[in-house]
């Protein structure tokens, strides 16, 4: 085997102690989330969905779930995309503002709540809902994990079959945030359990504009209002991992893409 994907962070230190065997790293366009079932009664106040927000410490998550392979984002756009907001900004690690907000919405002692995950799709995931989950029962949203092969996910979603809460990672090989949030935020769409018209709107806008700058203009303020009235549970971008045998010459590429057509072996 020459190249390895999707190498787990627990077996880094394992390949790269061989001789011949070397871990490429390279920023992703796969942006995980904590999806939120806004057509759920309890989940349609925006402030229980900010609490939600402020109760994950992304940071944590980051250094001891993904071991340092992720980066931290704002809404669900990275730097590289098309309608990253320069002006971003983070909801901040509060468990105590998050149980204000919960309390001034009306559910001071919280509620129960499921997190959907396929097993062992994306990096760590099972893992991540765990502490996530830990997370949102801190702050009085008592969460529990149901994790299922990829099969049994796939087929729920497709079917518009979610509990309070899922998580996923959405990959993006256009390096532009309409291609997520047209399917993922835009009402009426595949993957989407949010209404918001403000968003709405200029997602259509961005899709009808053939100015690149107005494009970009209307991604931004479409993200700026999911911050300010959020689907998600803003998390991060993953770092992939790669294990290469060093006789290959051989790069890896943000989108995932295995392209083999500028690799070489040395002699």
């Given at each position: ?28 366009t796969r942006v995980a989330a904590l999806w939120i079932n806004t057509e759920i009664d309890t989940l349609k106040d925006r402030k229980i969905r900010k609490a939600i927000n402020y109760a994950l410490d992304v940071e944590s998550l980051i250094k001891n779930v993904m071991d340092g392979n992720a980066y931290k ?195």
């Amino acid at each position: 085997v020459d190249i390895i994907a999707n190498l787990k962070p627990d077996n880094v230190q394992e390949v790269q102690a061989e001789e011949n065997l070397e871990v490429k790293f390279v920023p992703s366009t796969r942006v995980a989330a904590l999806w939120i079932n806004t057509e759920i009664d309890t989940l349609k106040d925006r402030k229980i969905r900010k609490a939600i927000n402020y109760a994950l410490d992304v940071e944590s998550l980051i250094k001891n779930v993904m071991d340092g392979n992720a980066y931290k984002v704002s809404t669900v756009a990275i730097k590289s995309f098309v309608g990253w907001d320069p002006k971003e900004k983070f909801y901040e690690y509060d468990p105590e503002k998050a149980k204000k907000l919960l309390a001034e919405a009306g559910y001071p002692d919280g509620f129960e709540a499921t997190i959907l995950t396929p097993r062992g799709r994306y990096l760590n995931d099972v893992q991540a809902c765990e502490a996530i989950a830990g997370m949102l029962s801190k702050v009085g949203i008592k969460t529990k994990v149901n994790a299922v092969e990829f099969g049994v996910f796939a087929k729920k979603t497709q079917a518009h079959e979610m509990p309070e809460f899922m998580y996923a990672a959405w990959g993006n090989s256009h390096f532009d945030v309409w291609d997520m949030i047209k399917t993922c935020v835009r009402s009426g769409a595949m993957f989407s359990w949010y209404k918001n018209e403000k968003v709405d709107e200029y997602i259509d806008k961005a899709a009808q504009s053939i100015d690149p700058q107005k494009h970009n203009e209307y991604l931004q303020i479409a993200l700026r209002e999911m911050w300010e009235d959020p689907p998600f549970g803003f998390l991060y971008a993953q770092r992939d991992i790669y294990g290469v045998n060093k006789r290959v010459v051989w790069e890896p590429r943000s989108d995932e893409d295995i392209n083999l057509y500028g690799a070489d072996v040395k002699e």
